[in-house]
C-alpha cells in the first residue's frame, strides 16, 4: 500500500469509528427520549387520577358525560403507556423493588451496593499495596546481602528527602500527606 492508500484506509477508520460512536450516542438519546415519554405518560396519568378522584367525589347525575370523558382519557393514556413500555427496556433489581415494598427507600440499595464494591476494591488495592511493600523489603533484604554499602547510601538518600520533606512540609503547614494545615481563628 504507498502513502495515499494509507491515508485514506486511515480516513475510513476514522469515519467508521465516528459513525460508531454517533450510532452509540443516538442509541442512549432514544432511550432517553422513550424513557422521558414513559415518566410524561406516567405523569399524566397521575393527573387523569387525580382529576377523575375529584369527580367522583362530587358526582351528580349530569357530570356522568365528565366522569365518561375522564375514564376514557385514562384507559387511553394506560394503553399509551403500555405501548411505549414495550419499546423501552429498564431492568430493576428485585432487591430495589422488595424495598419498595417494604417502604423503605431504594437509594439505600444503591449506597449498599456502591459500599460493598468500594470495601472489595479497597481491599484489593491494599492487598496490592502490602504485596508491593513486601516485594520491596525483601528486595532491599537481597540486595543487602549482596551490596551492603550501596543500599546504605541508599537509605542514607532516602532519609535525608525524607527530612527534607517533613521539614519543607513544616514550614509550609503541609500535613504530610500533603493536605493543608487550616488555622483556627480565635
Same mark, same amino acid.
Given at each position: *500500500? ?21 450510532n ?39 357530570s356522568q ?10 384507559? *387511553?393514556?394506560?394503553?399509551? *403507556? ?7 427496556n ?25 459500599n460493598?464494591?468500594c ?31 550501596e ?17 519543607l ?18
Amino acid at each position: *500500500m504507498d502513502q495515499t492508500q494509507n491515508t485514506i484506509a486511515g480516513i475510513g477508520e476514522i469515519n467508521g469509528s465516528i459513525k460508531t460512536e454517533i450510532n452509540a450516542i443516538a442509541t442512549v438519546d432514544d432511550s432517553n427520549e422513550k424513557l422521558n415519554q414513559i415518566i410524561n405518560s406516567n405523569q399524566k396519568i397521575l393527573e387523569l387520577l387525580h382529576q377523575l378522584k375529584l369527580t367522583v367525589s362530587s358526582f351528580t347525575p349530569a357530570s356522568q358525560l365528565h366522569l365518561l370523558q375522564r375514564l376514557n382519557s385514562l384507559v *387511553m393514556e394506560l394503553d399509551n *403507556m403500555a405501548k411505549l413500555s414495550d419499546k423501552c427496556n429498564i431492568q430493576v433489581p428485585i432487591e430495589v423493588l422488595n424495598l419498595i415494598d417494604d417502604g423503605k427507600n431504594p437509594d439505600e440499595f444503591t449506597k449498599d451496593v456502591l459500599n460493598k464494591n468500594c470495601i472489595a476494591k479497597n481491599q484489593v488495592t491494599k492487598g496490592k499495596s502490602d504485596a508491593f511493600k513486601g516485594l520491596r523489603k525483601h528486595l532491599l533484604e537481597e540486595l543487602e546481602q549482596a551490596f551492603p554499602d550501596e543500599v546504605d547510601r541508599y537509605r542514607d538518600i532516602r532519609a535525608s528527602y525524607a527530612a527534607e520533606a517533613k521539614r519543607l512540609a513544616q514550614t509550609q503547614s503541609v500535613l504530610p500527606n500533603g493536605d493543608a494545615k487550616v488555622k483556627s481563628e480565635l
